[in-house]
Antibody, heavy 117, light 108 residues
């Protein structure tokens, strides 16, 4: 069955970066894009960006374009999302999700990133 | 492209809950609905307006016309309490993956 397993919770200080991983199984990694969505406490779902694993190209919303880096290791069937220059407003649960058509059909369990001095 | 949902909907067990998602001409788009419970991953409950993934009860249904898409949950159960988000893909937007603000469904 399709599974997306993410890395664990992180506590970071303002100004540094965080890197979250998303290891997939149950399908061929390069056949589906992996996207990243976050949800802060009391807020809604917010799309950040995504990567086409076959072509290696990425897309990101303007809000995060300068701070988010999406990478992958196809040999490990793993996608990565790195967010730099963290502030307290980046405290959220970060999800990876598989793009199936125009929706996200399978999601990781989420990775809590807490930014605190 | 902005999707507008009511912040909250409350219903008693066994009643029908309707959660709306409003936007200009949303009736022309494929709308998807996610259920999100605390501490869990979001789950697709309706995709492409009215299709249900395997494992989602028939109590969940969707419709879309004009400027409003609707998620209907009939015979609501306590386990349906969650946040629900609508989502569309808008190819013309800078941010093509658009979520509604979310609706908290409370089962009284």
């Amino acid at each position: 069955q399709v599974q997306l397993v993410q890395s664990g919770a992180e506590v970071k200080k303002p100004g540094v970066s965080v890197k979250v991983s998303c290891k997939i199984s149950g399908y061929i990694f390069i056949n589906y894009e992996i996207h990243w969505v976050r949800r802060a406490a009391g807020q809604g779902l917010e799309w950040m960006g995504g990567m086409n694993p076959a072509r290696g190209n990425t897309v990101a919303t303007q809000k995060f374009q300068d701070r988010v880096t999406l990478t992958q290791d196809t040999s490990m069937s793993t996608a990565y999302m790195e967010l730099s220059s963290l502030t307290s407003e980046d405290t959220a649960v970060y999800y990876c999700a598989r793009k199936g058509g125009t929706l996200f059909d399978f999601w990781g369990q989420g990775s809590l990133v807490m930014v605190s001095s | 492209y902005v999707l507008t949902q009511p912040p909250s909907v409350s219903v008693a067990p066994g009643e029908t809950a309707k959660i709306t998602c409003g936007a200009n001409n949303i009736g022309t788009k494929g709308v998807h609905w996610y259920q999100h419970k605390p501490g869990q991953a979001p789950v697709v409950v309706i995709f492409y307006i009215s299709d249900r993934p395997s494992g989602i009860p028939e109590r969940f249904s969707g419709s879309n016309s004009g400027n409003t898409a609707t998620l209907t949950i009939s015979s609501v159960e306590a386990g349906d309490e969650a946040d629900y988000f609508c989502q569309v893909w808008d190819r013309s937007a800078d941010n093509p993956w658009v979520f509604g603000g979310g609706t908290k469904l409370t089962v009284l």
